[in-house]
């Protein structure tokens, strides 16, 4: 969070504190995963917050991996999938 920081989202009167929520993992061979979500895309001003308005941001073992919504879902998927066999 040193990168992106902790400024709130604000815009037309809505704020949002970010980061918004944080996931941690650990991979089967020790790998620390932890993704950092963040508000960046205001797509209602209804005071909600929904994943299509976040933008995750991906860590393996303190560096950054990846970014992005598609991009962090297939890491994901994998990770999962690592796990399960």
Do not use: C, H
Request: no cysteine.
């Amino acid at each position: 969070m040193q990168w992106m920081g902790t400024r709130p989202f604000r815009e037309n009167g809505f704020q949002v504190a970010n980061p918004v929520r944080t996931e941690s993992y650990q991979t089967g061979d020790g790998v620390d995963i932890e993704i950092v979500y963040y508000y960046t895309d205001l797509e209602k001003t209804d005071s909600l917050v929904t994943d299509a308005e976040l933008t995750p941001i991906l860590f393996k073992d303190g560096v950054l991996a990846a970014w992005g919504r598609d991009v962090v879902a297939g890491l994901i998927k994998n990770l999962q999938s690592s796990a399960s066999r």
